[in-house]
Antibody, heavy 116, light 110 residues
Framework: QVQLQESGPGLVKPSETLSLTCIVSGDSLTDHHWSWIRQPPGQGLEWVGYSSYRESTNYNPSLKSRVTVSLDTSRNQFYLKLTSVSPSDTAVYYC??????????WGQGILVTVSS | QAVVTQEPSLTVSPGGTVTLTCASSTGPFTDNDWAYWFQQKPGQAPTTLIYDTTKKQSWTPARFSGSILGDKAALTLSGAQPEDEADYYCLVPYRGVFWMFGGGTKLTVL
């Protein structure tokens, strides 16, 4: 069965770029939607964006100018890049798989803190 | 941008029934829409309970069900257990391709 694991730095400086990787096992990136979702400490969930090999890539309009989600089918990984980060981008970032009638599977999440 | 509204908090007695709802500012929820429902316990990643409005994941307890209630998506818990105490979030689409989470409902079993 599919498993997702987030990886990347836990600390990013303000104005720099946050880069995360989601390592996927047990499924191919050529199917489904592959998403990033975040949760600031003590707050609710926020959709960041998703990419689909066969369809489109879409982003939260509030983040669109700063976010990129991309797929690497050869490595079975997908990525999040968020530029010009500020402390308000501090959150647990989750990767997830959804679509094709299979519901949604989540990674365990990774805490990213934006601080100098 | 759309706003998705959930009850901030609800309380249910053990063995009781409670319905959580999810309403979008973009208009009534219909059969043409889809909704996900997630459960999140403190310090844990969310887990998916319901997708495509009414479908259960293989691990979803039978006491949870999804539906459309009036113009809202709904999650009903019948026969609440102490382990159901958690935060619950809905996820719905808007403008066809964007997603939006509700603010979450804190469910207390007491």
């Amino acid at each position: 069965q599919v498993q997702l694991q987030e990886s990347g730095p836990g600390l990013v400086k303000p104005s720099e770029t946050l880069s995360l990787t989601c390592i996927v096992s047990g499924d191919s990136l050529t199917d489904h939607h592959w998403s990033w979702i975040r949760q600031p400490p003590g707050q609710g969930l926020e959709w960041v964006g998703y990419s689909s090999y066969r369809e489109s890539t879409n982003y939260n309009p509030s983040l669109k100018s700063r976010v990129t989600v991309s797929l690497d089918t050869s490595r079975n990984q997908f990525y999040l890049k968020l530029t010009s980060v500020s402390p308000s981008d501090t959150a647990v970032y989750y990767c997830a798989r959804s679509g094709s009638g299979s519901g949604m599977r989540w990674g365990q999440g990774i805490l990213v803190t934006v601080s100098s | 941008q759309a706003v998705v509204t959930q009850e901030p908090s609800l309380t249910v007695s053990p063995g009781g029934t409670v319905t959580l709802t999810c309403a979008s500012s973009t208009g009534p929820f219909t059969d043409n829409d889809w909704a996900y429902w997630f459960q999140q316990k403190p310090g844990q990643a969310p887990t998916t309970l319901i997708y495509d409005t009414t479908k259960k994941q293989s691990w979803t307890p039978a006491r949870f069900s999804g539906s459309i209630l009036g113009d809202k998506a709904a999650l009903t818990l019948s026969g609440a257990q102490p382990e159901d105490e958690a935060d619950y979030y809905c996820l719905v689409p808007y403008r066809g391709v964007f997603w939006m989470f509700g603010g979450g409902t804190k469910l207390t079993v007491l």
